[in-house]
């Protein structure tokens, strides 16, 4: 196991915004595209609510600028101070390039590095901890973390999709990492996880350049203009193949194992206990599997923070929106153990242990 304290140098959030969208979208307005009730998405999710961006105004990197702006101001610097900047999303404003570097343009940064990070649900405790090592080596002092996603743009709303597009809503999270002397101050270790072997269970497909089963034509029977189908068909419209899948039951049990796994793992390298935890961030997958967690690890009410009832699952940008709100209400205060914890497709799962 690699362990992260090879430098005495930590780092810590030195500033943190959040940002979702003023469109509220409530389970009584999905009555109106799918067979779902209120009741439904309540008792199995926990959601009551979710923002959705503006159509065409809004993308995930737009509203990624409104939260890191907040997280740069809150640091005391300017965005030509930052840099470098890692970006997790699984919604993109493009195929490529990436989020990071629409960022860097939107926000008139330096020619700094952007890195773009595709962890899903995991995505953004991935990129605090690589922002983190990068601050431990020396290498920066003021790493821009961002996660956001703009999901509604490519989800199924008919009855077909109820399963997922019910669960997910739009929004973005930002800190700013830099170093720390402080002895009771920072991130103390992150722990990243995969298993491939059920890739497919939550996964969108295409575009893509694996091979799809209703594609029996041999390349060599391809008429002219035909190739690039292989890509993104009508075909694979015609399957529903441009919308993601997900065998919920099946990421429910994974989800409950490994989030308890990697908090312990976290807790344990550091000398720790449950009983030390003085908030909790869960990624808001659904509100069940946090209270899973919670009662397998005996963990009171004041110690863990959910807000998917307002938000939804907002994938890459939850933690950061959880951990934001928690602090801007007083929950977090300087000297607190904080967790930050994930799960997600891949399966992926990741947690980062700090102190506020
Ligand atoms: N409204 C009404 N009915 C719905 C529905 C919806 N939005 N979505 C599914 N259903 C129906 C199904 O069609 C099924 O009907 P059937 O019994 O007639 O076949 C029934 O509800 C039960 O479906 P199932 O998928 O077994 O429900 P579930 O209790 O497992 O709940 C999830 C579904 C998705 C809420 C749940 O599995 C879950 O949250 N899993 C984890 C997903 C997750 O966290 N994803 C994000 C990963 S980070």
Redesign the pocket.
């Known amino acids: 196991m690699p362990q992260n304290n090879f430098a005495s140098r930590k780092s810590k959030i030195a500033g943190i915004g959040m940002y979702v969208p003023p469109n509220v979208f409530t389970n009584l307005d999905l009555t109106k595209y799918?067979?779902?009730?209120d009741e439904?998405?309540q008792e199995?999710?926990g959601i009551q609510e979710r923002r959705y961006a503006h159509r065409t105004n809004e993308t995930t990197t737009t509203m990624a600028v409104e939260a890191a702006t907040i997280a740069i101001q809150r640091a005391g610097i300017t965005p030509q101070e930052i840099d470098f900047i890692v970006f997790a999303t699984l919604s993109p404003d493009y195929y490529f390039p990436g989020c990071g570097v629409l960022l860097q343009r939107a926000m008139k940064m330096k020619e700094i590095g952007a890195l773009d990070v595709r962890n899903?649900?995991s995505g953004f405790v991935y990129a605090l901890s690589v922002a983190d090592q990068f601050i431990k080596t020396g290498m920066y002092k003021n790493i821009l973390v961002v996660g956001s996603e703009k999901h509604s743009f490519g989800l199924d709303f008919t009855t077909r999709g109820?399963?997922i597009s019910?669960?997910f809503g739009d929004g973005a999270g930002a800190v700013v990492l830099q170093s720390t002397e402080e002895d009771n101050q920072g991130i103390l270790s992150t722990h990243l996880h995969s298993d491939g072997e059920s890739a497919e269970i939550?996964a969108m497909y295409n575009p893509g350049t694996h091979a799809n089963h209703w594609m029996e034509t041999p390349v060599a029977d391809f008429n002219e203009g035909e190739m690039g189908d292989m890509f993104m068909s009508h075909a694979m419209i015609d399957h529903a193949q441009n919308f993601p899948n997900?065998d919920?039951?099946a990421?429910?049990k994974k989800?409950i194992v490994k989030f308890p796994e990697v908090i312990m793992e976290a807790l344990q390298t550091n000398g720790l206990a449950t009983a030390d935890i003085n908030m909790l961030i869960p990624?808001q997958?659904?509100l069940?599997?946090a209270q899973f967690v919670q009662q397998k690890l005996q963990l009171r009410d004041d110690q863990v923070y959910n807000n998917i009832q307002h938000y939804g699952?907002t994938?890459a940008a939850s933690v950061p929106i959880a951990l934001c709100e928690a602090w801007e209400k007083g929950l977090i205060r300087d000297g607190d153990l904080v967790c930050l914890a994930a799960?997600?497709?891949g399966f992926t799962w990741a947690s980062a242990l700090l102190r506020w």
């Open positions: 799918m067979d779902t009730s439904w998405i199995r999710t899903q649900c109820r399963n019910v669960i939550l997900m919920g039951p990421v429910f989800a990624h997958a659904n069940r599997i699952n994938t799960f997600g497709s």
